[in-house]
C-alpha cells in the first residue's frame, strides 16, 4: 500500500483458492508503474519465482481454480484481450519523464509465466 494509500490489485487469491476483492474494479489499479489504464489486476498470494533453495514454490490447485473463476466472469462484463505478468506489461510502459529507464520486474516469477501461458491456452 506504500505511497497509495489502497491496495493496488483488484482481485487477490490466496494459496486457499480464498478470493479477496481489493481495488474496486471501477478504479483504476497501481500495480504497473505508468500503466495501469483497462488494466484489471490479479496477484496470486504466494512465492512463484522458483529458486534453488526455495523448492516449495507453487500455484496450487485451488488458487488456479479461483483465478480460473474470477476471468471467466470478467469475461462476461469486460472485452479482456489480453492477459499477462508484470514482466511483460511492464515493458510497454514507461515513465514519460524519463522514456529510456529499464524498468525489470520478475513478477509474476517462472511458475507464475508459466501458469499465464497455460491460462492462454
Not at 483458492?17 to 489499479?29: A, C, L, T, W, Y
Not at 492477459?83 to 515513465?95: A, D, T, W
Request: glycine letters at 10%.
Amino acid at each position: 500500500m506504500n505511497n497509495f494509500n489502497q491496495f493496488g490489485y483488484h482481485y487477490a487469491v490466496g494459496c486457499d483458492g480464498e478470493i479477496f476483492e481489493g481495488q474496486d474494479i471501477r478504479n483504476k489499479g497501481a500495480h504497473i508503474s505508468f500503466g495501469n489504464t483497462s488494466i484489471i489486476g490479479i496477484v496470486l498470494m504466494s512465492d512463484i519465482d522458483e529458486q534453488w533453495w526455495d523448492l516449495d514454490d507453487v500455484v496450487t490447485p485451488l488458487q488456479e481454480k479461483a483465478v480460473k473463476e474470477i476471468i471467466s466472469t470478467l469475461l462476461n462484463y469486460f472485452n479482456i484481450t489480453e492477459l499477462g505478468g508484470h514482466k511483460e506489461h511492464q515493458v510497454f510502459y514507461r515513465n514519460p519523464k524519463k522514456p529510456n529507464e529499464v524498468i525489470e520486474r520478475s513478477c509474476p516469477g517462472n511458475l507464475g509465466m508459466e501458469f499465464v501461458g497455460k491460462l492462454r491456452k
